[in-house]
């Protein structure tokens, strides 16, 4: 944490829109040598925009950046990686049906290009792993592997290239409590040893653990550089502004309201009786799963990604087929074999979806705004008849969507896809509001909203509740689950690991029994 | 069937026929390992084809035929490359426009070049090169060795096209631009310079797939005269998994399928012939039908690179 | 801003996928405009003396006599038939380069039906020979689509391959099962006068296909623009893998796409049969798929342009039938223009769509 006398990096006055969207509009952001530096602010506030120019992916429109005080452009990755500027993308760009030594001699001038034998760069490499505590199996396919794996991955793939100053983007998304740790003292090796990091989070509990000083992006302008240890309020009104009362959100409060706790569960809605679902290999993906959600409950789904919450709720909106338990919708049968409701019958339930990729298996980007809102309702009155579309009443059902949701749109009829990712995201989510659904299934529901959005996310799921709706609340983060959740499962392998009902929510507990350590009583 | 049938009489032809088959499918596989997705074959392939007999028309040299054959299927992968990484046009759009301009100009260029005449206009065609000893070896002799020298070029070409794919660093590069190029710019490499390359060259042995039809066939040119052979090539790749070894095989196999769907048609039988003639094209859908769970295909095949994009619009089949 | 998302941006247009939709401002038209003209005036100049008058034999065929408009007219229907037959799997991303074959399976079945069902009324008789048309068609477009949707075998390759099918079949039927003796290329008998359909010119013969084709452009649009099956099928076009998850059935929606499709190719074939030809011929698919597929793509999937483009494209096919036999250029001059035509609309969109 010692500062010499120029900043490694300097960046000064940068600008940059997509389009008719301004993504930053003049920021300044400065990288100390040895230090970390955290980046926060939530999605469209422009962290990931800046540090995509530092790393060339793309270019800024005004601005002028120096590297070790000499001023510098940078047009494309490789170039940052020439002024040894790397970057940990939050989507690991990896290359599937590579092994993991493949992937990280990628592009680099290997000692035998003709043959391809890479007994020298598995040396290097393996060397390299072991002083920053990264080992792994060099000779696996990178696509099986678990995300904390593929991570040390991607640092390695930066350091092996000799990089100085070193970004990580969201890097604890999909990491356990005790993964994340194992990171943290990671990056305090990479800094003993010369780097110099920029640790780009929306949580602050993080970025206030890990960094020396933390700068806060909203809306495309940088707001202010504090030290780390600033408190944790100072930080939230930094980054919303006066668009948050702390004091009456559900956020910062860290509680539902009384009126809210008071609602108790009544009748039955989803019910899982011993449901095995397979995957493409012989193991199944979700084992013996039993549970039941009744309406006015959130019940939480706690797990690291990929055990099972996706299949979990494939299966529950009718994705994937169960190979044998049963799956009760309001009574109807939607695990499998006869009767079983297809997707649009469940929709027509009741059902209310919200993926997780929300992009890929929820919005269609090339069509308009109001045609993306009233997908997987558009085949029931009021917004048909008889087949026949009523444009009159979908366009009114999605201004007033628009209008709750606050998403902003320039032009009703451009492509939905121009918009910026966290209206994408508002959009998504009105869609699965719009109705007051009997049952809604959340995967990592605000992923990528900035505080404002989330704290009106947090306040419809809680007047879901209060409604009378039954939520199946899936989320790898944990404090989410914790503040709106009546029970929690965690799901690890595909296994239901634990149960544990509110009041009784311990944090190290249920982080043990995400990463399959078992209960401890 | 009448007449005699000889094995190795079959087998011959069926080496003499692939090479269009192989060598069209191996420049799709080419670009298609770098995520460009070619459909412009028919129209390519006949337009080198037409070319290719003009130029060896006029010149009496086979070799600046199958030349300039070669430049052309360059330049129009060039087009599709060009069109759809800088100007980020749809490559199917791309392909369709340059199948119907490789048809238009097919016809047009001979009208210029010689106008209508009475007899076909004959060029000179592909001899065979007997390799000088193993070519008198009974069976393999006639089989292997005494072939004209694009039947050994496509054998050479698909080894070497497997090596480099697999075995060298410039292959792993081209794979992993047609898996991710995300992850390819973000290591420093050019993607589009990669998509150029790669389809440029997969053009230029489309090129020479067309021009082998009235060098090595017929030693004319006739309207048509690819008959399906381009999307044929389209259907070997899928089939072959984007690999250059298996789509060998699998060009072996269509080859065959042709050469006795007209051993048929001349030997006559109770079918009405034309249903013998179907088969071919039967048979690829058959093919096709069972194969395509096992065959695995790049995942960018057809998509636009575009690195500031974003979200991700999915184009083809999702 | 407007009240309905169909009046400027629809849905199925932009699902046709980025790239390829022409601007709405009148300065693009223009540079596409004069681009065409700048590429007409060269390619005539290389290939013949007199510009001008080629140019005025091109652009004014179709308007100078009655036969010329009737000609055109009668290009019309099929061309922009078969424009909707490439369109409407495209709404959906499904490229659909059968039309061929399944024009020709039309026709197949209307010749079949007017040599063997001239028994029937005539108010009967010649809904009924269109009628097997559209089935036929839409059979020829079902084989790929259950290939589709059962095997997941890529459209583009199973339609151009029924294309082939097709062709060995119309020459089955024409030379060899009702083949017409006195005809010197296979050709069947012809149909049953009753079977023909009716004229709404005797002279020079101008059939009611327009009239239909109208109504059909009219019905497509309605379909597409006003229909929750026409929503989806575009969504199914837009993100095949959301729509899959929002409930909407995508295998099914891209088989119906394609037959569809294959039953308005199918439809067109029929129109030829018992309006044009009144007999199966072989080469009487010309090159229908061709312009309909140019059709289509210039009119960037809109329904509501195809009619006007097609009308454009059939007005430059008679003017260059014309040039061959007054000039004697050859006949591909104006496919080179048309090519152009595209060209500059794909790439003036793309322009339009940087400078926002």
Redesign the interface.
């Known amino acids: 944490m010692t500062e010499t006398a120029a900043p490694i990096l300097s960046m000064r006055g940068v600008a940059k829109n997509?389009g008719l969207q301004t993504a930053l509009q003049g920021v300044d952001f400065e990288l100390a040598r040895g230090e970390v530096h955290g980046l926060v602010g939530g999605n469209g506030a422009g962290k990931t925009t800046l540090m995509n120019i530092l790393?060339g992916?793309?270019r800024m429109d005004h601005g002028e950046l120096k590297i070790d005080g000499r001023p510098a452009t940078i047009r494309?990755?490789?170039?940052?990686?020439?002024l040894g500027i790397g970057?940990v993308?939050q989507h690991f760009?990896?290359?599937?049906?590579?092994s993991v030594l493949?992937?990280i001699v990628?592009?680099t001038t290997?000692s035998r290009?003709?043959?391809?034998d890479l007994t020298v760069e598995a040396r290097t490499i393996s060397r390299l792993a072991d002083q920053f505590g990264l080992a792994l199996d060099l000779n696996e396919p990178i696509e099986g592997l678990p995300v904390g794996v593929r991570q040390k991955v991607e640092i390695l793939?930066a350091l092996y290239r000799d990089v100085r100053i070193l970004i990580l983007d969201e890097p604890t998304t999909n990491l356990t409590p005790q993964e994340a740790d194992q990171l943290f003292s990671t990056l305090r090796q990479l800094v003993s040893r010369g780097l110099s990091i920029v640790f780009i989070t929306h949580k602050l509990k993080e970025a206030r653990r890990a960094c020396d000083r933390i700068t806060v992006l909203n809306e495309g302008r940088q707001v202010v550089t504090l030290p780390g240890t600033t408190d944790q309020e100072t930080i939230v009104r930094a980054m919303v502004g006066d668009r948050l009362d702390p004091g009456k959100s559900v956020l910062f409060t860290g509680s539902r309201g009384d009126e809210t706790d008071r609602v108790s569960p009544k009748e039955v809605v989803l019910a899982l009786d011993r449901v095995f679902v397979t995957g493409e290999g012989p193991i199944d993906r979700l084992v013996d799963i039993s549970f039941e959600v009744r309406s006015g409950e959130i019940v939480g789904v706690a797990g690291v990604a990929r055990n099972g919450q996706g299949e979990l709720a494939d299966a529950i909106v009718g994705l994937e087929t169960p190979r044998s338990g049963t799956v009760l919708f309001n009574g109807h049968n939607a695990g499998h074999n006869a009767g079983l409701l297809t997707i649009a019958q469940r929709f027509q339930n009741g059902l209310a979806y919200v993926p997780d990729d929300r992009?890929?298996d929820g919005?269609l980007?090339?069509a308009d705004v109001i045609s993306n809102l009233i997908l997987g309702s558009q085949d029931r009155p009021p917004l048909s008849r008889a087949g026949f579309l009523c444009w009159r009443k979908i366009t009114d059902t999605a201004r007033g969507l628009i209008d709750r949701f606050h998403i902003t749109v320039a032009d009703l009829s451009q492509p939905a896809?121009d918009l910026?990712?966290g209206n994408?995201q508002k959009l998504i989510l009105a869609r699965a509001f719009a109705r007051q659904a009997r049952l809604l299934v959340a995967h990592n529901p605000v992923r990528g909203l900035d505080l404002a959005a989330i704290e009106h996310v947090y306040q419809e799921l809680l007047a879901l509740k209060r409604m009378g709706s039954a939520t199946l609340l899936l989320s790898e983060n944990l404090d989410e689950l914790m503040l709106l959740s009546d029970r929690i499962l965690v799901l690890y392998g595909g296994r239901i690991a634990g149960t544990a009902a509110r009041g009784a929510f311990d944090r190290y507990e249920l982080g043990r029994l995400m990463s399959g350590a078992g209960p401890t009583v | 069937m009448t007449g005699s049938f000889s094995f190795a009489g079959f087998a011959q032809l069926m080496l003499f026929s692939m090479v269009p088959f192989v060598l069209a499918a191996q420049g799709t596989m080419l670009g298609g390992r770098a995520g460009v997705f070619n459909?412009a074959q028919e129209g390519i392939m006949l337009a080198s084809a037409s070319l290719g007999f003009l130029v060896a028309f006029k010149t009496g040299s086979v070799a600046l035929g199958f030349g300039s054959a070669m430049v052309l299927g360059g330049l129009s992968g060039l087009v599709l490359s060009l069109g759809s990484t800088i100007?980020?046009?749809?490559q199917?759009?791309i392909g369709?426009?340059l199948t119907?301009?490789g048809?238009?100009?097919s016809?047009?260029m001979p009208?210029?070049a010689i106008g209508v005449t009475l007899t076909p206009p004959l060029a000179p065609t592909l001899t065979n090169n007997p390799i000088p000893f193993l070519g008198k070896m009974p069976v393999l002799g006639e089989v292997l060795f005494r072939q004209n020298v694009l039947v050994t070029f496509t054998v050479l070409v698909s080894i070497a096209l497997w090596y480099v794919l697999f075995?060298?660093?410039?292959g792993?590069?081209l794979?992993?631009t047609g898996?991710?190029p995300?992850?390819?710019?973000?290591?420093?490499?050019?993607v589009f310079r990669i998509r150029h390359i790669a389809v440029m060259i997969g053009g230029m042995l489309i090129g020479l797939a067309g021009a082998y039809l009235p060098l090595a066939y017929t030693g004319t040119f006739t309207e048509g005269m690819v008959?399906?052979r381009g999307?044929?090539s389209?259907?070997l790749a899928?089939f072959g998994g984007f690999e250059p070894g298996r789509i060998f095989w699998g060009g072996l196999f269509f080859a065959a399928v042709e050469v006795l769907a007209y051993r048929v048609q001349i030997g006559g039988s109770w079918v009405?012939y034309?249903?013998i003639?179907?088969l071919p094209?039967?048979a690829?859908?058959g093919v096709?039908?069972?194969s395509?769970?096992r065959s695995r295909i790049p995942?960018f095949l057809g998509k636009n690179y575009d690195?500031?994009r974003?979200?991700?619009?999915?184009?083809?089949?999702? | 801003m407007p009240d309905r998302p169909c009046e400027s941006g629809f849905l199925l247009r932009q699902a046709s996928?980025?790239?390829?939709l022409p601007a709405k401002r009148p300065l693009t038209w223009l540079v596409v405009g004069l681009a065409t003209f700048g590429i007409t005036v060269l390619v005539l100049a290389a290939?013949g003396p007199d510009v001008p008058r080629a140019i005025a034999t091109i652009a004014t065929t179709s308007f100078r006599t009655r036969n010329g408009f009737v000609q055109t007219l009668l290009k019309l229907v099929p061309v922009s038939l078969m424009a909707f037959a490439f369109t409407i799997p495209l709404g959906a991303?499904k490229?659909n380069?059968g039309g061929e074959g399944q024009l020709l399976a039309g026709a197949i079945g209307a010749t079949a039906v007017g040599l063997f069902a001239a028994s029937l009324p005539r108010p009967l008789l010649v809904p009924f020979v269109l009628l097997v048309g559209v089935v036929m068609g839409s059979l020829w477009g079902f084989?790929p689509g259950w290939?589709l949707h059962?095997?997941?075998?890529?459209e583009?390759?199973?339609t151009?391959?029924?294309n082939?099918?097709a062709l060995?079949?119309v020459?089955?039927v024409a030379a060899?099962l009702w083949p017409d003796p006195f005809a010197g290329h296979p050709t069947t008998i012809p149909i049953a006068r009753e079977a023909f359909l009716p004229l709404l010119l005797v002279r020079p013969p101008l059939h009611c296909g327009p009239v239909i084709a109208i109504l059909v452009g009219v019905a497509v649009w309605i379909y597409c623009c006003h229909t929750v099956a026409g929503f989806e099928l575009a969504a199914c076009g837009?993100?095949?893998?959301a729509s899959?998850v929002f409930g909407i059935d995508?295998r099914r929606a891209s088989l119906s796409s394609l037959m569809i499709g294959g039953g308005l190719a199918g439809l067109a074939g029929a129109l030829e049969v018992a309006g044009v030809h009144h007999r199966l011929l072989e080469g009487m698919q010309s090159n229908f798929q061709?312009l309909g597929?140019?059709t289509g793509?210039i009119a960037g999937g809109d329904p509501r342009r195809v009619l006007p483009v097609a009308f454009f494209l059939s007005v430059l096919e008679v003017g260059a039938g014309a040039l061959q036999r007054t000039m004697r250029a050859?006949i591909?001059v104006v496919?080179?223009v048309e090519?152009f035509v595209?060209?500059a609309v794909?790439?003036s969109d793309?322009a339009g769509r940087w400078r926002s």
């Open positions: 997509f790393y992916m793309y494309s990755p490789a170039e940052a990686l020439r970057m993308h760009l990896q290359v599937p049906g590579l493949e992937n990628l592009g290997v290009p003709l043959t391809m793939k992009i890929r919005f980007p090339t896809g910026s990712g994408i | 459909v100007l980020g046009m749809n199917f759009v369709i426009t119907l301009a048809l238009g100009l016809t047009l009208k210029l075995r060298t660093s410039a792993l590069i794979r992993a898996e991710n995300m992850a390819v710019d973000a290591l420093g490499l050019d008959k399906g999307w044929l389209i259907a899928f009405p034309q249903f003639l179907m094209y039967l690829t859908m096709m039908a069972l395509s769970r995942g690195r500031e974003r979200s991700t619009s999915s184009q083809g089949q999702g | 996928g980025g790239g390829f290939l991303g490229y380069i084989v290939l059962r095997f997941g075998v890529h583009i390759l199973t151009v391959l029924m082939f099918v060995h079949l020459n089955y060899d837009a993100n095949p893998r899959k995508v061709t597929i140019l793509l050859p591909e496919f080179l090519a595209l060209v794909l790439v793309r």
